[in-house]
């Protein structure tokens, strides 16, 4: 996987692995869910894994090609960003999911 040129990723060893174990075997995972304290990182790395997810390089994400190139700039057709409102919606219904499922 490439991390090159993605400077959140400095220093930080246990998360590259973490994110490497996603795409194992070399499958993609189907959901992730981000959290983290600051936010701003946390959108680097949403970019990071559409990034990875679009790219048709064989070494993802390249960051080049018109694939990686129109998701970082959050104007890829499959992609659509969410705003504030939708990010909280969804958090809550994820937290009621996992609370639900750790009930049984």
Do not use: W
């Not at 970019?47 to 064989?58: G, I, N, S």
């Not at 960051?63 to 409102?85: D, M, T, V, W, Y």
């Amino acid at each position: 996987m490439n991390f090159e040129g993605f400077d959140f990723f400095e220093n930080d060893e246990n998360l590259k692995q973490r994110i490497e174990s996603l795409y194992s075997q070399n499958r993609q995972p189907h959901a992730i869910v981000i959290e983290g304290a600051v936010e701003q990182r946390c959108e680097k790395l949403a970019t990071f894994l559409t990034m990875r997810a679009v790219c048709r390089a064989e070494n993802k994400p390249c960051g080049k090609c018109e694939q990686c190139i129109k998701a970082r700039e959050q104007a890829h057709r499959f992609l659509e960003p969410l705003n504030s409102e939708e990010k909280q919606t969804l958090y809550t219904l994820l937290m009621k999911l996992t609370t639900r499922g750790s009930e049984n």
